[in-house]
Nanobody, 121 residues
Framework: QVQLVESGGGRVQPGGSLRLSCTAF????????IGWFRQVPGKEREGVSC????????TYADSVKGRFTISRDNAKRVAYLQMNSLKPEDTAVYYC??????????????WGQGTLVTVSS
C-alpha cells in the first residue's frame, strides 16, 4: 500500500499558526516532489506550495508567500507546511500529494482525506 496522510489541521484565530504534516506510509519520499493543495467547498482545488525531492527548491502560491513555509524530512518520511499569519480565506481542506501537478494527481485519483483548517474568530 502507498499512502500519504495529512494531519495537523484544526481551528485557529486569524493571525495564528498551524503546522500541517504529510506522512508517507508504504514508501519513502526520496524521489518525489511534494505538493500541498487546498479546496473550499464549491471551488476548484488549488495549489498552495511545492517542494522538490531534495528540498532544495520550493514554490508558493502568491496568496501564501511570506506566510507559509514548506519543508521535508525524507528520513522521517514527512513533509510539512508551516502556516503563519493565517487569514480566514485560508480556511480549506488541505491535501498533499507526490506531485506538484494537480492534473496529474487528478488523473491518478490519488487524493487522500485531507485535513481541515478553519481560520475564524
Amino acid at each position: 500500500q502507498v499512502q500519504l496522510v495529512e494531519s495537523g489541521g484544526g481551528r485557529v484565530q486569524p493571525g495564528g499558526s498551524l503546522r500541517l504534516s504529510c506522512t508517507a506510509f508504504g514508501f519513502t519520499l526520496d524521489y518525489y516532489s511534494i505538493g500541498w493543495f487546498r479546496q473550499v467547498p464549491g471551488k476548484e482545488r488549488e495549489g498552495v506550495s511545492c517542494i522538490n525531492s531534495s528540498g532544495g527548491s520550493t514554490t508558493y502560491a502568491d496568496s501564501v508567500k511570506g506566510r507559509f513555509t514548506i519543508s521535508r524530512d525524507n528520513a522521517k518520511r514527512v513533509a510539512y507546511l508551516q502556516m503563519n499569519s493565517l487569514k480566514p480565506e485560508d480556511t480549506a481542506v488541505y491535501y498533499c500529494a507526490t506531485s506538484c501537478d494537480i492534473k496529474a494527481v487528478n488523473n491518478l485519483n490519488a487524493w487522500g482525506q485531507g485535513t481541515l483548517v478553519t481560520v475564524s474568530s
